[in-house]
């Protein structure tokens, strides 16, 4: 095995002006590292193995020893994160649940498939294997130097060796989005931020604790530079003893059953996912290539417009893993997506091939399994790697920033990306996939609490998911696996203010023959003077929806409801005063809706009438009912309803794009109502 061999002194040489990244004495120039071996897109050499097999092809494992180790590894996993929500501080960790863990084999493929995580990469590529100790916690949080594992710097990560017979046999990994790391604003999320300095400390690769012993000087860098020190302190220390302890319980299943029994079912493991995705999903797309695009609306520093996120997907019935030629594989080409932005939207994608990317993407294809139930069963881990080839464009996109583009935001182009693969398969498979769905934001307030002190309220609050070829979508569901709105009664106890409402936005889910799933509405009265911040997406191009159905409601927030100050607030913001006793309403996005809405079955619109997640006016105008009567006891007239249905249906063109945008698209595309790639 070769590692990377930098030194201390190597890591600190002088930063590359093109990448930012610290480039090695010893590397010659852009395109050779250590002993001649390629360089990464940071500049820095990625002589280290990893993606290979642990045993050869075709060694034989106890199925039985298999699903044993498959499910130690899923409870690991959840020991790990129940014992970060259970000790750390911060709301966003401990309420939110806004972080991940992951276990990955001394190849650096993650194992686990119940929750996405970081990479290990940006570790063994500065770190050597066969110079770690047990009781080594390694950190970072540098977007630039993360191999694409970390999108935002409030994103801190601490990764756990697991040791077996002296040596490095596997990885316990955390990561989550963390209260506060320093830079322009209160959470380190600057709206119009336009480099990475504006966003906080960026650490490269460290180690934190050294054979058990926590490096004091670091945690005390980090701390100084955070808002929230004694927050950060405790849930670095819950991330770092969750992770051990979840090392510890490895070394364990090591112990028992012998490394090389234990790498077998590795292996086994992932080859399961490569075999059932291989032949239950892809299968499900035509070969062929299909091109979609879709569009973040703003990126904090230029006025609104279309920045294009685009993919050309090509299914090779050959060419992927197996035996001969291999079997189906897809190519995911990121061709003809937007320049990088001035504002903090930009993802670093384009590392150690797009690997974090093909994990963090691969869930969508889910919806191709034959039932929900077989859905739900199917894990997304490193097996699915190599069925998928990733094209990237030149530097200096959306996807792929040069230093030091900003990236708080990212996350209107990472969930951007779900959208797009879902909406290009669905132009596939003739729209068997969910219309779009809730994309992630970040509310919330900050000032002075009743004592005086400086406090933070920041939470994610989730909205609908996608109509279905064969149900609505869910409502206020958060695209973050486990993620979580604040309990009521934790943020009134701690914070300044009264939540008055929350509940269901109606009207807010895409009309369709299968609805989109509703969105959250909140309101939340100030006790005191405070500060609104958000950084959110979806305010003026909607959720999309498919076959026929329509757009939903996108996100809104308005300040001082019913008062003399009513404004609606821009969807980025540091720093909206608001005033004690104003209300701040917060609605979030609906999802898109799947199928003519004048298709839905009456009874199934008087139901929604009567759960209250559409009105009167609303049935008439997206599902042509007439309805009288109140909530508790809807009357639908159905002859008033035929013929409306019947006049409406005469009004529509001949022709309808595959897909709705809605009408904030006519606003951003000059007056054009579908792109050309809607149509199918």
């Known amino acids: 095995m070769c590692f990377s061999c930098q030194t201390a002194a190597t890591r600190l040489a002088p930063v590359d002006a093109a990448t930012g990244s610290q480039q090695p004495a010893h590397v010659a120039g852009p395109a050779a590292g250590h002993d001649g071996a390629a360089v990464n897109p940071a500049g820095l050499p990625t002589a280290y193995e990893h993606g290979n097999r642990l045993t050869p092809e075709g060694t034989t494992v106890d199925p039985i020893l298999v699903e044993i180790v498959e499910g130690t590894l899923a409870s690991v996993e959840m020991e790990v994160e129940t014992a970060i929500a259970r000790t750390s501080r911060s709301p966003m960790i ?94 380190s999320m600057p709206s119009n931020a336009q480099t990475v300095f504006e966003e906080g400390l960026s650490v490269p690769p460290i180690k934190l604790w050294d054979q058990g012993v926590p490096n004091q000087a670091a945690l005390r860098i980090m701390t100084r530079n955070s808002r929230m020190p004694d927050s950060l302190a405790a849930d670095l220390d819950a991330e770092c003893s969750a992770c051990l302890m979840g090392a510890r319980r490895l070394g364990e299943l090591f112990e028992r059953y012998g490394r090389d029994t234990i790498e077998a079912a590795f292996d086994a493991i992932l080859d399961k996912t490569t075999e059932t995705y291989r032949r239950e999903i892809l299968s499900k797309i035509p070969d062929g290539t299909y091109v979609w695009e879709d569009y973040a609306e703003h990126d904090g520093v230029d006025e609104p417009k279309l920045h294009t996120q685009r993919i050309t997907l090509t299914k090779q019935s050959s060419g992927g893993p197996g035996p001969g030629d291999g079997g189906p594989k897809l190519v995911i080409d990121f061709t003809g997506t937007a320049p990088q932005a001035k504002g ?120 609908g998911s996608g109509g ?34 929350l ?76 005033k004690a006793g104003q209300v701040i309403r917060i609605r979030t996005t609906g999802g898109g809706g799947w199928g003519d809405p004048l298709d839905r079955p009456y009874e199934e619109v008087e139901r929604d009438l009567r759960w209250g997640k559409v009105s009167f006016d609303g049935v008439r105008r997206d599902y042509g009912v007439v309805a009288t009567g109140d909530l508790d006891e809807p009357v639908i007239d159905r002859a008033a309803s035929d013929a409306l249905r019947e006049q409406l249906r005469g009004d529509r063109a001949d022709e309808q794009p595959f897909f709705d945008r809605g009408p904030g698209y006519v606003t951003l595309a000059a007056g054009r109502t579908a792109a050309d790639v809607d149509w199918v």
């Open 94 to 187: 401990r309420d939110a649940h806004d972080f991940r863990a992951g276990i990955h084999d001394r190849q650096l493929r993650k194992l686990t498939g119940r929750s996405y995580s970081a990479l290990v990469h940006p570790i063994a590529r500065d770190f050597p294997l066969a110079e770690m100790s047990e009781g080594d916690v390694f950190f970072h949080n540098d977007v630039y130097e993360s191999e694409g594992g970390i999108g935002h710097l409030p994103d801190l990560c601490v990764t756990v060796p697991v040791f077996s017979g002296g040596e490095v046999v596997a990885f316990v990994q955390a990561f989550g989005h963390h209260d506060d790391i320093g830079g322009a604003v209160p959470g």
């Open 503 to 578: 509940g269901l936005a109606v009207d807010s889910g895409g009309a369709g023959r299968h609805r989109g799933g509703l969105g959250y509405e909140k309101h939340i009265r100030m006790l005191k003077d405070a500060h609104f911040m958000s950084i959110a997406d979806r305010s003026i191009l909607a959720c999309w929806g498919v076959k026929g159905g329509k757009a939903g409601r996108p996100f809104e927030v308005t300040v001082d409801v019913g008062g003399p100050e009513e404004r609606t607030v821009d969807a980025l913001a540091d720093a909206e005063v608001v």
């Open 344 to 463: 903090p939207i930009n993802h670093c994608g384009d590392y150690v091939g797009g690997n974090f990317l093909k994990k963090w993407l691969a869930p969508i294809l889910r919806n191709l399994a034959d039932t929900p139930e077989r859905m739900a069963e199917l894990d997304v881990n490193e097996g699915i790697v190599p069925l998928i080839e990733m094209r990237f464009p030149e530097k200096g996109t959306l996807l792929t920033p040069i230093y030091p583009a900003p990236t708080n935001a990212r996350t209107f182009v990472i969930l951007r990306l779900l959208g797009v693969l879902a909406g290009v398969v669905a132009k596939a498979v003739d729209g068997k996939m969910p219309a779009d769905q809730e994309t992630i934001r970040y509310t919330g307030v900050y000032g002075k609490d009743r004592d005086g002190n400086d406090y933070l309220m920041r939470e994610v609050l989730g909205g």
């Open 468 to 501: 279905r070829y064969y149900a609505d979508g869910e409502d206020t569901i958060h695209v973050v696996p486990d993620s979580r709105n604040l309990p009521t009664e934790f943020t009134e106890s701690r914070f300044p203010f009264i939540v008055e409402r």
